[in-house]
């Protein structure tokens, strides 16, 4: 009897001695899963966030540099001259983010609009909000945004004064956010609860995630904790993530990003209770089995590993084509100036007509359309160091990485135009479907930027001079 009992009382020691040291195992090892998920969790938000804040500044500076060439062109014809006016007129339907086109008043009273829009008598240029706005620079900028009665939607009068005299006139367009409310829905498809695009200035909501935000003013009068903390930080000028309490005991991270060429803020949260929320599928089997934590942990850290790098390959693809978008299009050719300098060909490819497939057959053979017209690109533009990029919309851009003459290059962009007439005829001949191509040449010592503008140049002469054709500088 005293050996049994003296047999129990070392089992008990026994159990009391390596159950708490599995119990402490399980739950250090709980605390650093929860820690290593916390930490890539925020490291996703801080990722995800950046890439579409750089999303939403290349679309913006995409506004800006295609309003510049109307501004440049104005200035060099004159507002005199009708060809001025017909240019302005090209303005309107043509880009999604600014529909109605540019307008123009002066301070004379005289007023333009591309859209065929025309005043009421108590119409003065003068008193316009944006003809205000407009005074303060020579170069196109943002103002700041307004609701839009007609649409509901949010929109900003871009403003820029034109140097032509004596009559002092600005150049301007209203530009429709709606590229920024779709960033906003698409990025909370995930762990991230909101998220919303705020003025610096008057902290007016100019597109989120939550329609119902649209146009209110952030403040620490909101009936939101998260809201009024958030408000908080803006006032103190942070940037970059913090942990912030929220409504009903809850706790965020917050990621704020300053959004280059505007003057907002863009803002996501992350509910920390929406990181652990499928944790259980971890922590029950760990509580039946020790030794599968550290098996566990290696399939979480796996998981978010492939999770980031999924979304930094998505960030530079675009989702229609798969081509590379302009990000990825952009690193890709700054890369080759660097490793080959004053070798290649920038190509900027538009699609004539484009617009008549959408109206007359509906977006999703729109649709086809591009993903037609970018299997015709990659199957034309296959060499190893060709680059076949959908910069947006029916532009398309291919950087020709190797020597290339003049003479190949011209030969090449006729069987090319060719091609792409021939084939989109055959499956839309009532569209007349074309292809206008700016190129450039790759010279020494030159930026991307300076070789981007050159080929849009020339895709704006060809455009000019009656489309389906190509144009080198």
């Given at each position: 009897?005293?050996?049994?009992?003296?047999?129990?009382?070392?089992?008990?020691?026994?159990?009391?001695?390596?159950?708490?040291?599995?119990?402490?195992?399980?739950?250090?090892?709980?605390?650093?899963?929860?820690?290593?998920?916390?930490?890539?969790?925020?490291?996703?938000?801080?990722?995800?966030?950046?890439?579409?804040?750089?999303?939403?500044?290349?679309?913006?500076?995409?506004?800006?540099?295609?309003?510049?060439?109307?501004?440049?062109?104005?200035?060099?014809?004159?507002?005199?001259?009708?060809?001025?006016?017909?240019?302005?007129?090209?303005?309107?339907?043509?880009?999604?983010?600014?529909?109605?086109?540019?307008?123009?008043?002066?301070?004379?009273?005289?007023?333009?609009?591309?859209?065929?829009?025309?005043?009421?008598?108590?119409?003065?240029?003068?008193?316009?909000?944006?003809?205000?706005?407009?005074?303060?620079?020579?170069?196109?900028?943002?103002?700041?945004?307004?609701?839009?009665?007609?649409?509901?939607?949010?929109?900003?009068?871009?403003?820029?004064?034109?140097?032509?005299?004596?009559?002092?006139s600005i150049l301007a367009a209203d530009v429709y956010l709606d590229y920024a409310a779709q960033?906003?829905?698409?990025?909370?498809?995930?762990?991230?609860?909101?998220?919303?695009?705020?003025?610096?200035?008057?902290?007016?909501?100019?597109?989120?995630?939550?329609?119902?935000?649209?146009?209110?003013?952030?403040?620490?009068?909101?009936?939101?904790?998260?809201?009024?903390?958030?408000?908080?930080?803006?006032?103190a000028n942070v940037i970059g993530q913090t942990e912030?309490?929220?409504?009903?005991?809850?706790?965020?991270?917050?990621?704020?990003?300053?959004?280059?060429?505007?003057?907002?803020?863009?803002?996501?949260?992350?509910?920390?209770?929406?990181?652990?929320?499928?944790?259980?599928?971890?922590?029950?089997?760990?509580?039946?089995?020790?030794?599968?934590?550290?098996?566990?942990?290696?399939?979480?850290?796996?998981?978010?590993?492939?999770?980031?790098?999924?979304?930094?390959?998505?960030?530079?693809?675009?989702?229609?084509?798969?081509?590379?978008?302009?990000?990825?299009?952009?690193?890709?050719?700054?890369?080759?100036?660097?490793?080959?300098?004053?070798?290649?060909?920038?190509?900027?490819?538009?699609?004539?007509?484009?617009?008549?497939?959408?109206?007359?057959?509906?977006?999703?053979?729109?649709?086809?359309?591009?993903?037609?017209?970018?299997?015709?690109?990659?199957?034309?533009?296959?060499?190893?160091?060709?680059?076949?990029?959908?910069?947006?919309?029916?532009?398309?851009?291919?950087?020709?990485?190797?020597?290339?003459?003049?003479?190949?290059?011209?030969?090449?962009?006729?069987?090319?135009?060719?091609?792409?007439?021939?084939?989109?005829?055959?499956?839309?001949?009532?569209?007349?479907?074309?292809?206008?191509?700016?190129?450039?040449?790759?010279?020494?010592?030159?930026?991307?930027?300076?070789?981007?503008?050159?080929?849009?140049?020339?895709?704006?002469?060809?455009?000019?001079?009656?489309?389906?054709?190509?144009?080198?500088?």
């Open positions: 009897m005293k050996q049994k009992s003296r047999y129990i009382w070392t089992n008990i020691k026994l159990v009391c001695t390596i159950v708490p040291i599995v119990l402490l195992m399980i739950v250090i090892y709980f605390i650093l899963v929860r820690n290593e998920i916390t930490t890539l969790s925020k490291a996703k938000l801080a990722l995800e966030s950046q890439n579409y804040a750089e999303d939403i500044s290349t679309w913006a500076d995409s506004v800006l540099q295609e309003m510049t060439i109307y501004k440049s062109m104005a200035e060099q014809i004159g507002l005199e001259k009708a060809e001025t006016y017909k240019m302005m007129d090209t303005s309107a339907g043509t880009h999604s983010a600014y529909p109605y086109g540019l307008y123009l008043g002066d301070d004379q009273g005289n007023y333009y609009d591309s859209s065929g829009w025309i005043p009421g008598d108590d119409f003065v240029v003068t008193e316009r909000d944006w003809y205000q706005e407009g005074l303060g620079h020579d170069a196109f900028a943002f103002g700041e945004p307004y609701v839009d009665a007609m649409t509901g939607g949010t929109c900003v009068s871009v403003t820029a004064r034109l140097s032509t005299g004596p009559a002092v960033l906003a829905k698409e990025i909370t498809a995930t762990e991230i609860e909101n998220a919303f695009f705020v003025t610096r200035e008057n902290r007016m909501i100019v597109a989120a995630s939550t329609p119902a935000l649209v146009g209110s003013i952030l403040s620490a009068e909101m009936d939101s904790v998260l809201y009024q903390n958030i408000s908080g930080l803006l006032d912030v309490p929220g409504d009903n005991g809850s706790t965020y991270f917050v990621n704020i990003n300053l959004i280059e060429n505007t003057d907002w803020y863009f803002v996501t949260c992350m509910n920390r209770k929406m990181v652990f929320q499928n944790l259980w599928r971890i922590e029950f089997p760990m509580l039946i089995v020790a030794i599968a934590a550290a098996l566990l942990l290696f399939a979480v850290t796996s998981k978010f590993s492939r999770e980031m790098s999924i979304i930094r390959k998505k960030a530079k693809r675009d989702p229609l084509t798969n081509l590379w978008n302009r990000n990825g299009f952009e690193e890709h050719i700054r890369f080759a100036l660097e490793e080959n300098p004053g070798q290649g060909l920038l190509l900027i490819i538009d699609m004539d007509n484009f617009k008549l497939v959408n109206d007359q057959l509906g977006h999703p053979v729109g649709d086809k359309v591009l993903q037609d017209f970018s299997q015709l690109l990659e199957n034309f533009f296959n060499r190893n160091k060709d680059v076949v990029s959908r910069l947006g919309g029916d532009e398309f851009a291919v950087f020709v990485g190797r020597k290339i003459t003049v003479t190949e290059a011209e030969a090449m962009l006729t069987k090319f135009v060719s091609l792409v007439h021939k084939n989109l005829n055959e499956k839309y001949p009532a569209q007349n479907l074309s292809a206008s191509i700016g190129a450039a040449f790759v010279s020494h010592s030159e930026s991307y930027n300076f070789l981007y503008q050159n080929a849009d140049k020339a895709l704006y002469e060809i455009k000019r001079n009656g489309k389906n054709g190509f144009r080198i500088r």
